[in-house]
């Protein structure tokens, strides 16, 4: 399984998503996807993630964190269909499923924001 790479400055600005590279912009969605769909099944289906991964970790641990990462990826891709999306027919795959993963789960605990796990950035 390969590693979730998501790169999160709590203070991003949408012109330091516009900045990062393509592939950023085209593969982090689909690993927040990921980690918000774990944390769904964790908290509603009581279907635990089949490993610890340090966002999925995070993520859960309050509903300030929760709605970070969601609003990142949605921001993310807001910054996709700017880059690559015509008016009205391209989304990225991962566009409905965010949508959907915007509900956070009622067992997430109330608290505040956190910092994101440190994850350095590949050359």
Sequence with gaps: MKPIKIYLNPEYTMDD??????????GMPVHIACVLTAIQLRFTAHKPYPRSDKWVLWASESRANYELLWNYGMDL?????EKFGAPGRYKHGSTSAMEKLGSIPSRVPDGEETLPPLQAREA
């Design 17 to 26: 998503l516009r900045a990062m590279p393509d592939d950023d912009v085209i």
């Design 77 to 81: 891709l807001e910054i996709h269909h």
